[in-house]
Structure formats: C-alpha cells, structure tokens
C-alpha cells in the first residue's frame, strides 16, 4: 500500500527512542522529511545517523525540551527553514513520575500539567498556521490506554492525558473543515524504556523480580506479549497519512486486547 508519505514533511516530537522513533522511522522508510525531537542532544542525533542509514531519508534532529515554550517553537522554526513547511505532526512527551496521591503536592501537579497537556497545546497551536496554508494537515497524539482504564500509580499521567484526549476529540470538529485530521494513539504495554522502569519500579514495591512481573503483565494481553514500537510506529504512520484520509475524531489503542472496554 502506498500511504502517500513521499515528500511530506513530518515533525515527531519525544522521538530519540521508543513510541516517536517508532513512528519516526516508519515515516522515513516511506519517504517523509522527518524532523525529530529530543531533549537530550547526543540521543537524537544518534537516532537521526540510525534513521538516516536505516531508509536514506532526509532526517532533522533538533534538542527539544516540550515543556519549554521556546524549545517547541525553535523546532518549528527550525523544521521550516530546513523543509519549508509541515504537513504532519506527532505530539508525544515523556510521563509524568509515578505515584499516589499523596505523593504529589501543587508544583507537581503544575508540573505535569505543562509537560503533558500544554506542551500539546503549543505544539498543535505552533504548526497549525502551516497546515492552514497548505490547506490540509494531519495530527496524532500519543497519549495512553489509561485515558480508557486508568493505570495505578500512574495518577498524574491518567488525569492529564485524559486532558490530552478530549482537546484532540475537540479539535478534530473544529479543523475538520480545514482539511486538517486529528486522531488520539493510545498504547497499552509496548516494549519500550519506559514500560520497562514501570515494571522495575512494580517489581521493587512488589518484591518480585522483573521478569515475574512481565509474566503477569502478560497474562493480561489476550496475545500474551508486550507489542512492539515497530507494531505501534506502522499504525501510527497509516493514521497520519493519505490513506487514513476518512479517519479523524478517533482514539485508537495498540494493546494486544488488553482493554476491557466496549469504547
């Protein structure tokens, strides 16, 4: 299937590793400009060298911290000179920490706040005005199964992507008319460094080792495995190119089945 990615210009934001190189380098192998994101500066131009002897395709690594408000519209900045425009965007950031209410006090609640909705916000308001010049854009955000179900010990994160969630339920009726397409990605136990301190951080508290707690992780998948970011990235590369040129509104989850819900 050709998606119709030859030559389309993509921003993929948390993408040095894990859920955004995923999508990132599925973007590549389909002929996209990729502009990825990271705030550590020595990953994402490590991740860059990969994609770029993984597909031959252009590849722009900028440092990123999206919780920055000038780091996100460097990077657009950026994107823009390099390839004169964008086409796709990827929002994505790292989780908040792990815990329980009472774990938390107002400047961590803040905190998440500005790393996971807002840095959303600025993300989708700095391109938006190139998507609307080219008449047509497509946005995906990454947020989790536990907008669904949410996940223990993970409360600031259930709150704030559950935030995330409806302003892309939103949004896609409003830019609909624009021919701009918004879609939520919501990833169940992908095999990335983050499940993987999660399943540390369980086993400790638990006092049960690593591999006891993936097993009964699994146990929980009705395909029996964690996925994935090959699984999770080719999904996320259909959802934002032409071939998914009807779907939009939709929150749609990699989990293996995991999720008990009807909706």
Do not use: C
């Not at 080792?209 to 699994?218: P, R």
């Not at 996320?236 to 909706?263: E, K, M, P, R």
């Amino acid at each position: 299937m050709d998606l119709g990615l030859h030559g389309k210009v993509a921003m993929v934001a948390a993408s040095s590793k894990g859920l955004g190189f995923g999508i990132a380098r599925e973007l590549a192998k389909e002929g996209a400009l990729v502009s990825i994101g990271s705030r550590t500066e020595a990953e994402v131009f490590d991740a860059a060298d990969i994609l770029i002897e993984e597909t031959e395709a252009e590849v722009l690594p900028n440092v990123l911290d999206v919780s920055d408000p000038d780091s996100i519209v460097q990077w657009v900045e950026n994107t823009t000179n390099a390839f004169g425009g964008v086409d796709l965007l990827v929002v994505n950031a790292g989780g908040p920490p792990a815990g329980k209410f009472d774990d938390f006090e107002d400047a961590d609640w803040l905190s998440a706040f500005n790393l996971t909705l807002m840095s959303s916000v600025r993300m989708i308001r700095s391109v938006l005005p190139y998507m609307r010049a080219a008449g047509a854009g497509s946005i995906l955000v990454i947020t989790s199964i536990s907008v669904k179900e949410p996940i223990d010990f993970l409360l600031l994160s259930n709150v704030m992507r559950s935030g995330v969630t409806s302003l892309a339920k939103s949004l896609s009726k409003e830019l609909a008319p624009e021919h701009i397409r918004v879609n939520n990605l919501m990833p169940g136990r992908i095999d990335t460094d983050r499940v993987q301190s999660l399943d540390a951080m369980n086993a400790e508290a638990g006092d049960l080792s690593v591999g006891e707690i993936k097993s009964a992780n699994e146990l929980k998948i009705p395909i029996g495995r964690y996925g994935t970011i090959e699984e999770f990235g080719k999904l996320g590369a259909f959802l934002l190119s032409d071939a998914a040129s009807y779907i939009t509104g939709q929150t749609i989850a990699v989990d293996g089945g995991s999720i008990n819900t009807v909706w």
